[in-house]
């Protein structure tokens, strides 16, 4: 019988998930208590009691510099795990914020359940130190995240999203299983690092270990939704409601990255070299197609969809790298994408909840109809496509440069090019909204106060990591650190 | 602490052009007035630093530096010498003009002086920059504006495909550079972006033989180089008149600028092997964008091509390495800044009142509006290299600079003098002598506004300031050239 002695810091990790079942129990509370329409006041609580989360935890539920490995082994608290719940709970505000608005989803209180526990198992991701607790992390996440893309039961292509996803997601997650499993099975253990100590000292045999890489990649790659496991992406994104998609399409893709990093490498780096030559080669497909296909879309969800692709395979250019610098790249072009893909998707859902539409042909002449939306898509849409001031650029510069800087030149002459590509059809929908007429002009665009509070919070904060840097690298490099 | 007047120069642009932004759409006089004030500071403290920057002293000045990301070594520093002193001033006159020739704009003026406000941000920034992160910075801030400005208020007909392919083209240019920049970084070792620093890093012959090209043409794609030319006459063309001003007149120089200070001045060898190339390259310019423009029937392309041809000159001097060619391409680049300034205002103010470019339908509008006239002859004998004007400063030393390299290339180049005096005097009697074309009559051509005539009097009256008056911009230059110098081994 093992011996298990409560410590302070145990729970001082898990601060951020106790904090989401806190939140999560006050939902279900109110849920009952309250009338029906007045439940997207639940909105605003959520919102706001995840960012009293991320208050509390930066000032009482920090890591130490030393990592720590917790409950067991099974939890490792350290920068990585602690800034990317940071993000997380971010991304989670922003889109309560962005749903309460929406009609049969911002007044359901299990909409706010879902929410939370998927991002309560995304903490969990990002801390897991074991596989164990790693999997059932990535369920945690993934199945309210399916019901959450066919959440609109009456809608055809929500249900169709949902089930989609569920299945593609299955599909991944049992071969990711299975590698899991073989890695045990050489191993002997489930602990990450452990399982570390193991295979650098050369017992496993190097083919199978490149078997279980290419079989945990497949869940990885799903996660993030870098080709070629990509081909749920643009269904699921266009079927389930825009602040799901928003939210799938940021928070989910960064608990991915966050896993793909520690696993990757905390496991397989001193043995096998070659891990870097798949990942690049998952890089350089998901920026190539993702980009070209997004050229052909004339929906917006699904050009974001396809756009998305494409950022995961940016983003990878710093997994390939292999170096504090390409880690704090990846961290600091993660928090970046999710501030400005949640303003891309926080315009959708605005333009939609008004005018019922997501085609990019009907933005015309947005910019007289709704200036301050506009606006806000086009720093957006901007930050998407690297421009200065803003945090993409940034996100864009560092992953460049830990590329050259690990002599990988190709590939950030590849990741150039791409982003040429990538500034092509960013600017087509910034001409659609800036130049373009439409009859609709004169009709006003009402927009709710959740929304101006969330695209202005998500603006300031696309503007402040173009501008400022330091602070936010610091952030980075500090993460980045856990891992080397 | 000395006041920072550089970093003031930068921020005045962007900070008014949000406070525009913040105004209602509607009070367009307002936003006029507000416009026209900020880019009145900033002319006069672009001034301000041009008149006190002591040559005697030389080196840069009016340094700032402050730590931006000190773990990469970046910081946010900027500080003019002789070669950038003149490019800030040129830029605050062009903001001023720029300001004044569109005061007519009505379609959403707010938006329009927001976004070239932030456009002079980044044009500002990168003049003074003395970090290269920091140049880039400012260097795509300048390059995106230009896509809503032309795609917004441009020519109905083109600019939509202007728009897109001036932006793709700088883009592309421009990330390029980023490339041969971050190699730059990461192979000098020193852990710094600070530009003066990484000229002491002595690369590898090799390094710079092989990242020049990069660093050097991607920045030259805003310069106009040829075959990568394409893009400006069609920008030119669309954009709206105080936009092809800022593009033409400001912008193109930023390539030049910025290809000078990182390709050359951080890759001296690189520069040394490459200069044949970029010699010839600029020879076709000049040469061949003469021979466009002479061709050309429509007004504006003609001064588009003509920016081509000039733009050329620049290029030819940096490649000759010399003193003479050094530093005709300094004056060069500011007298041509000023001078196709006053071209695309001239242009804009007919276009306006005879709702046509196309030459062979105007005819005499001397009699209707004789300052125009006047201010396009200046314009004109700027351009051809008359003695009395900027233009002889500064393409005399480029010629000698050039002879002393390869006279054959001089001689080919000067045949562009020729040409351009050709279409100068073509333009010049088809379009503002002769009779006033049949259909123009009925369409009761007034003379231009009091604003439109300060902002061509000025032009000129720069123009010819320099012209007799040389010492006003020589030295200076000529300070900032010996350091190019003392970089390529002190030739």
Request: proline letters at 4%; zero cysteines.
């Amino acid at each position: 019988m093992i011996e298990f002695n409560f410590t302070l810091d145990m729970f001082i990790a898990i601060l951020p998930e106790i904090g989401l079942l806190v939140l999560a129990a006050i939902v279900l509370i109110m849920d009952v208590i309250l009338p029906r329409e007045r439940r997207r006041v639940m909105g605003w609580i959520v919102a706001g009691g995840l960012f009293g989360i991320i208050i509390v935890s930066i000032f009482a539920g920090r890591p130490g510099m030393e990592a720590q490995l917790l409950w067991g082994g099974m939890v490792r608290f350290d920068w990585l795990a602690f800034i990317f719940k940071m993000i997380f709970l971010f991304g989670a505000a922003v889109t309560a914020l962005f749903a309460m608005d929406v009609d049969n989803l911002g007044n359901r209180g299990e909409f706010y359940l879902l929410l939370l526990v998927a991002t309560m198992g995304m903490g969990l991701m990002a801390a897991a130190g074991d596989l164990i607790l790693l999997y059932l992390a990535i369920e945690t996440t993934s199945i309210p995240l399916y019901v959450l893309a066919g959440f609109m039961t009456k809608e055809k292509k929500s249900t169709e999203s949902g089930f989609k996803y569920l299945f593609f997601g299955a599909l991944t997650s049992a071969i990711m299983l299975y590698g899991f499993s073989l890695l045990y099975g050489f191993a002997g253990t489930t602990s990450i690092y452990d399982l570390a100590a193991i295979v650098q000292q050369g017992d496993v045999g190097l083919v199978p270990l490149f078997g279980v890489l290419l079989l945990v990649l497949v869940g990885f790659g799903f996660k993030i939704s870098a080709v070629p496991f990509h081909f749920w992406a643009p269904d699921v994104y266009e079927g389930a409601p825009t602040p799901v998609t928003g939210f799938l399409s940021t928070a989910s893709k960064a608990a991915g990255f966050a896993v793909l990093m520690r696993v990757l490498l905390v496991v397989f780096p001193e043995s096998l070299p070659s891990w870097t030559s798949v990942v690049a080669i998952l890089s350089v497909a998901s920026m190539t197609l993702g980009n070209s296909l997004a050229l052909a879309q004339r929906n917006m969800k699904r050009l974001l969809a396809y756009s998305s692709i494409a950022h995961a395979g940016y983003a990878l250019i710093g997994v390939v790298a292999f170096s504090p610098l390409g880690m704090a790249a990846v961290v600091y072009y993660l928090g970046a994408y999710l501030l400005t893909n949640l303003a891309a998707f926080g315009v959708v859902v605005a333009f939609w909840r008004v005018t019922g539409s997501d085609e990019i042909a009907d933005y015309a002449g947005l910019s007289r109809r709704a200036p301050g939306l506009s606006l806000a898509l086009m720093v957006a849409f901007l930050s998407l496509a690297g421009m200065p001031p803003l945090g993409g650029f940034i996100g864009k510069v560092l992953v460049f440069a830990a590329a050259v800087d690990a002599d990988l030149i190709w590939l950030a002459l590849v990741g150039i090019i791409n982003s040429i590509v990538g500034l092509y059809y960013y600017l087509t929908v910034l001409k659609v909204v800036y130049l373009f007429r439409s009859e609709d002009e004169e009709k006003p665009l009402p927009i709710s106060r959740s929304y101006t509070v969330a695209l202005v919070i998500l603006t300031l904060g696309i503007v402040l990591t173009g501008t400022l840097i330091a602070p936010f690298f610091a952030w980075g490099t500090t993460a980045a650190a856990a891992l080397f | 602490m000395q006041f920072p007047i550089l970093s003031v120069i930068v921020f005045i642009p962007i900070l008014s052009g949000l406070l525009i932004l913040l105004m209602p759409g509607h009070r367009k006089d307002e936003i006029r007035v507000t416009a026209l004030a900020a880019s009145l500071i900033a002319l006069g403290l672009s001034a301000w630093a041009y008149f006190a920057y002591d040559i005697q002293m030389g080196g840069y000045q009016f340094v700032e530096k402050y730590d931006w990301l000190p773990t990469l070594g970046i910081s946010y520093s900027v500080g003019i010498d002789g070669i950038n002193a003149p490019l800030v001033l040129l830029t605050g006159i062009v903001m001023f003009t720029g300001v004044l020739i569109s005061w007519g704009i009505d379609d959403r003026p707010r938006e329009f002086f927001a976004f070239l406000f932030i456009l002079a941000t980044g044009v500002f920034g990168v003049f003074v920059a003395q970090d290269l992160f920091m140049l880039f910075f400012f260097y795509e801030i300048a390059v995106f504006p230009m896509f809503l400005l032309i795609a917004i208020w441009g020519w109905k007909q083109t600019r939509e495909y202007a728009a897109m392919k001036l932006t793709l083209y700088l883009f592309i240019g421009s990330v390029f550079s980023l490339v041969g920049a971050l190699a730059m970084y990461f192979s000098s070792g020193l852990n710094t972006f600070d530009m003066q620093l990484l000229a002491t890093a002595n690369f590898s012959t090799n390094f710079q033989i092989f990242w020049f090209p990069f660093v050097f043409f991607g920045f030259a794609v805003l310069g106009g180089i040829f075959p990568f030319h394409n893009w400006s006459p069609d920008g030119h063309v669309a954009a709206p008149t105080a936009v092809s001003m800022f593009h033409a007149g400001v912008l193109m120089k930023l390539g030049a600028f910025a290809a000078l200070r990182v390709g050359i001045m951080l890759l001296p060898e690189g520069a040394i092997y490459w200069r044949w190339l970029i010699l010839g390259l600029a020879t076709v310019n000049v040469v061949y964008g003469a021979f466009i423009a002479l061709v050309q029937t429509d007004f504006k392309y003609v001064i588009g091509f003509s920016s081509v041809s000039h733009m050329g000159l620049v290029m030819l001097g940096f490649a000759t390495l010399t003193r003479e060619g050094l530093l005709g391409a300094g004056v060069q680049m500011f007298s041509h800044g000023v001078m196709t300034a006053l071209f695309f205002a001239v242009v804009g103010m007919v276009y306006d009142r005879a709702h046509t470019r196309n030459i062979p339908e105007l005819g005499g509008f001397s009699t209707r509006m004789p300052w125009v006239a006047i201010a396009f002859i200046v314009g004109g004998l700027v351009s051809m290299g008359m003695p009395g004007f900027s233009g002889f400063v500064a393409e005399f030393p480029i010629f000698m600079g050039v002879w002393r390299v390869m006279p054959i290339v001089a001689i080919i180049a000067a045949v562009s003098i020729v040409i351009t005096a050709g279409y100068i005097i073509r333009i010049t009697g088809q379009v503002f002598y002769g009779k006033v074309p049949e259909p123009l009559e009925h369409h009761n051509i007034g003379d231009v506004t009091v604003l439109d005539k300060v902002a061509l009097g000025m032009l000129s009256a720069i123009l010819i300031a320099i012209g007799v008056y040389p010492a006003l911009m020589v030295p200076l230059v000529s300070s900032g050239v010996n350091l190019v110098l003392s970089l390529l081994g002190g030739a």
